[in-house]
């Protein structure tokens, strides 16, 4: 039986002609303009973009970080940096990698992305989207603020206690660190929930499950992973901070607590947020190869189950950080054999890339040139990490540079290359310009020698006894040269990011206009125009393939019956991606950022006393029933 | 002498050695020194190969993949035109690397379950207790008989080809005892008892350090191992059960009192004398030590000089404070100290 809905003389969208159509979205949808739009936004683009541009900035500041400790360790002996201002280095380039840059990079692209491939017009829980970014904004605030003035935390990003501890650790660096963490949790946590609902609930009509792009299918899989491993990570740094600000003993081996719970609590989270690094970056290559290889990818099956099957067993691989801390060997083997077999779920990835490329007459381009680079990089880190999962290979090469050689193979081959070829793939959709393709040559190479000369001595340096995270070694060590080596790799790669980023500025200005489908790509975002209007789709695609614009020969069949008076999408259910119903989406509001402004005031207060909770929550209250009063509108129709 | 020529050859063939069979490091996994360790760095080569091989076959096929063009390729490949006869070949041939893959994983898998299996398990070893401070190393040597238990610190001397268990406990944070030539490492872990057996096959002197990060001055935190014959071993272990040598002449005497009378004894034990202090290390035969600080500096009587008058120019943040003492009394100290062998 099918009910009149309660607003059927509202304004439709239904035979307007498409200018009157633009008129009447882009009135409804468009962010007001000056800093009332700045602070009150709920676009998943302008979001997006933002995200996006902040943690390429921690992804400098991490970067020169790491430059500064290069120059440290170019020669033995060296005393440019004093061993305090090294720990706090070593510690904000691991912390605001994983933190500030990786993960949040890859939910920001996401953010901007999957709500267009999927064909909306914004992303689901558009408010908790802008509430996230101003949280993520405020840890990385709080985390580098604290630096500049000389409190920045000191234990590695991995913050082991006792050291992290009480006794070990006075003063404000570790409850810096642990409270970061809570910011840049509770905004990622945030961004899986939109991620998974956008995906999940806001296909565009006819996109069932089997017909979304692996990318989407990548984000979904790295969202679930987000909100079983963050919790962990929550859950200690709570504690710690609970240990360090009113003496409770979680960690305290005195007062029966554990210091290898803190282990266990972080690499429960610490292994699976690999993979939410990896994750998107294969999704992203996924994209990247399909157009350019110009055919569907090779084994879509295959290759989806292997992402759900790589975030599914990441998570029981985190005791191969913990091979010499003295576990029993039979649990110890245990945990060999399933860090040998995810490598298993990844070379069915890189095959059916490869198969993909087979035969092709490839498109060279530079996003094409940073997948091959990634899968000629990956490997390495993959086999590696292959080599670190031997319980007794790790007992030698744990800690070792061996192991600082592997990780960085894995994440910037296998997901800033990836991250790099999807900005130069997806950039022109983001601003409406092509990046300088002469321009992104010179960054590929330099990247890929860079990356090359700095990383692969490390493992001999590994091989030869260099253990990590140690500001000097002596002459007689015999590491010098090598070092130096690695340093002039360091450098390369910070030019190779000089480059990109003069590119990015100069392509901005002046770089070739894109127009809608520079690449000849067959997925949704590529069938509005670049950059995509405010309400994304002048009309909601529908979908009967999973490269509509390849299959429908660029006319793609749409829906219409939308109101033009409010802000409105459709809802599609889960697996067969049938329209059920029409739903508002909130217009630009302040109370998101007042909530995070609220909450950030808290959670930094708490730092210095646990007074803070009580006088914090109050604000937060309020804000948040700012934001959830009723705004006499029906939320969803018939 | 004998370490001074290994670091030179070391330095000298360091960069051609890993790559063409892993002879020679200073303080190198793979220039095995025992059985643990050999066990290991057998285990590392055929990792290594194998892995090398399984690389480069990745990237032959992928240039192969990006080289080989259609057989009548045009500017731009209709995306819908796919061979599907190809494709069913290359479903084949992905489904077979797939089973490769799945082979090599668990031949590792069990070769490193055999690796472990291997690893010497501790009877009849000779037991020593190392603790590990922020940042130095205390090796306590038990006995049956009490008088026949001693401690020192920094250098392990211990007797060729006996196994070797050491029971590891941290006396503040987590540290990671690693002598890589003889074995794996092993965490110190605060209210927690590991083990680690190895053993030396060739007396030596084999350098190790800490491999967990445990605060500012992690990176100097070395230790030593001497292996030496048996009888050199016991020979060692009686004069350490030794008090300190007396004083003989007036300046080693004048140092005494300088230790005796300063803040050196609130940290530092010497048996023999009044000095009980447990903060730092026993320094009852410290003469005998090649090393100042955990491997900071060599002992000689200028570094030692040096060392007292400012600790944290050579190893800022470290526990032993700047004890106030001119020049006479510096010279004084160092020369007893250097004394007690």
């Not at chain 1, 975002?525 to 994304?536: D, H, K, V």
């Not at chain 1, 309020?622 to 009723?630: A, C, K, M, Q």
């Amino acid at each position: 039986m099918t009910s009149v809905p309660a607003d059927i003389h509202a304004p439709r969208d239904t035979g307007l002609s498409p200018a009157e159509l633009h008129r009447k979205l882009t009135k409804t949808w468009a962010t007001p303009s000056g800093l009332v739009g700045f602070f009150t936004t709920t676009d998943h683009k302008i979001i997006g973009r933002r995200y996006i541009v902040t943690a390429f900035v921690f992804l400098v500041l991490a970067g020169l970080s790491a430059a500064a400790m290069r120059l440290q360790l170019a020669r033995p002996d060296n005393d440019l940096i004093n061993p305090d201002l090294y720990n706090q280095l070593f510690t904000m380039h691991g912390s605001t990698m994983m933190f500030l840059f990786a993960v949040p990079v890859m939910e920001a692209f996401a953010v901007y992305l999957v709500p267009l491939m999927v064909g909306t017009r914004n992303i689901a829980f558009p408010r908790l989207n802008a509430f996230s970014y101003w949280m993520y904004l405020g840890g990385g605030i709080l985390l580098w603020g604290a630096f500049l003035v000389n409190t920045g935390p000191e234990n590695g990003w991995f913050s082991y206690v006792p050291l992290a501890g009480p006794q070990f650790s006075p003063g404000k660096r570790a409850d810096i660190w642990a409270q970061m963490i809570t910011f840049t949790e509770i905004s990622a946590l945030a961004v899986a929930i939109e991620i998974i609902c956008t995906a999940f609930k806001q296909r565009a009509p006819g996109m069932s499950l089997d017909r979304m792009p692996v990318y989407v299918w990548a984000m979904i899989a790295t969202s679930f992973m987000v909100l079983f491993a963050m919790p962990a990570v929550m859950l200690a740094s709570t504690a710690l901070i609970l240990d360090r600000l009113v003496g409770t003993h979680f960690f305290n081996s005195a007062e029966g607590g554990d210091p290898l719970l803190w282990q266990h609590l972080f690499w429960f989270f610490g292994h699976p947020e690999v993979y939410t690094i990896f994750l998107p970056a294969a999704g992203m290559v996924s994209a990247i190869v399909v157009t350019f290889a110009r055919r569907p990818i090779f084994g879509y099956l295959p290759v989806v189950l292997s992402l759900v099957a790589n975030a599914i067993l990441s998570f029981g691989l985190w005791v191969h950080h913990m091979f010499a801390t003295g576990l029993p060997r039979l649990g110890e083997s245990f945990f060999t054999a399933s860090s040998m077999i995810i490598a298993l779920t990844s070379g069915v990835q890189i095959f059916c890339w490869i198969a993909t490329l087979w035969g092709r007459p490839l498109v060279f381009r530079t996003p094409l040139l940073f997948v091959i680079g990634f899968i000629v990089t990956f490997v390495i880190g993959g086999l590696s990490g292959v080599m670190v999962a031997s319980v007794p290979l790790d007992t030698q090469l744990h800690d070792t540079y061996f192991v600082v050689a592997h990780f960085h193979y894995v994440l910037i081959g296998g997901a800033v290359f990836p991250l790099l070829g999807a900005t130069y793939y997806w950039f022109p959709k983001f601003t409406g310009r092509m990046l300088s393709e002469t321009l992104g040559r010179w960054h590929f190479w330099l990247a890929f020698v860079g990356l090359n000369v700095a990383f692969f001595p490390m493992h001999l340096l590994g091989l030869w006894g260099m253990p990590r995270r140690v500001y000097t070694y002596p002459a007689e060590m015999g590491w010098g040269t090598t070092n130096f080596i690695v340093t002039l790799g360091a450098i390369t790669m910070v030019v190779s990011f000089v480059v990109f980023f003069w590119n990015v500025f100069v392509s901005l200005r002046s770089g070739q206009r894109a127009g809608d489908d520079p690449w000849g790509a067959g997925t949704l975002e590529w069938a509005t125009s670049s950059p995509p209007p405010p309400y994304n789709f002048a009309r909601q695609p529908f979908v009967r393939s999973r490269e509509p614009l390849w299959t429908e020969r660029g006319k793609i069949p749409v829906v219409q019956g939308l109101r033009t008076d409010r802000r409105e999408l459709v809802l599609s259910s889960v697996i067969d991606g049938e329209p059920v119903q029409r739903e508002a989406s909130p217009p630009p509001t302040i109370w998101p950022f007042l909530a995070a402004l609220a909450s950030s005031a808290m959670l930094i207060g708490s730092i210095f006393t646990p007074w803070a909770v009580v006088w914090g929550t109050p604000p937060i209250v309020i804000t948040l029933i700012g934001w959830f009063w009723p705004k006499g509108e029906k939320e969803e129709l018939g | 002498m004998i370490p001074f020529v290994k670091r030179f050859e070391a330095a000298v063939y360091v960069s051609a050695c890993v790559i063409l069979g892993g002879c020679s490091g200073v303080q190198s996994p793979l220039d095995a020194q025992g059985p643990e360790a050999a066990r290991v760095a057998n285990l590392f080569w055929i990792f290594a190969i194998v892995c090398a091989f399984v690389w480069a076959a990745v990237v032959i096929v992928l240039i192969w993949a990006v080289w080989a063009k259609p057989p009548n390729s045009r500017e731009k490949a209709d995306p819908l035109s796919v061979d599907e006869h190809q494709d069913r070949r290359a479903g084949y041939i992905v489904s077979g690397l797939v089973g490769l893959t799945l082979a090599v994983l668990c031949t590792f898998t069990i070769a490193s379950f055999l690796g472990s299996r291997g690893l010497a398990s501790g009877e009849g070893a000779i037991e020593i207790e190392v603790t590990g401070y922020q940042w130095w190393w205390e090796f306590k040597y038990s006995d049956p008989e009490p008088t026949r238990t001693f401690t020192t610190a920094n250098e392990l001397h211990i007797p060729v080809g006996r196994p070797i268990k050491v029971a590891l406990k941290s006396g503040d944070v987590i540290h990671s005892f690693w002598v890589p030539n003889l074995s794996g490492k092993m965490d110190l872990i605060p209210g927690q008892h590991n083990e680690l057996t190895f053993s030396a096959d060739r007396p030596g002197i084999y350098r190790g350090q800490c491999a967990e990060f445990c605060g500012l001055q992690h990176a100097k935190m070395a230790l030593r191992v001497v292996a030496e014959p048996a009888q050199d071993f016991e020979a060692w272990r009686n004069q350490q059960l030794r008090p300190a040598s007396q004083p003989v002449d007036p300046q080693t005497s004048k140092g005494r009192e300088v230790f005796e009378r300063s803040a050196c004894i609130l940290c530092h034990a010497i048996r023999g004398t009044i000095a009980g202090g447990r903060q730092g290390p026993d320094l009852t035969h410290f003469g005998s030590r090649q090393t100042i600080a955990a491997g900071t500096l060599t002992n000689t009587r200028d570094h030692l000089e040096r060392w007292i008058a400012n600790p944290q120019a050579f190893k800022p943040g470290t526990k032993m404070p700047q004890v106030p003492l001119n020049e006479d009394e510096l010279t004084a100290l160092s020369a007893y100290l250097e004394a007690l062998k």
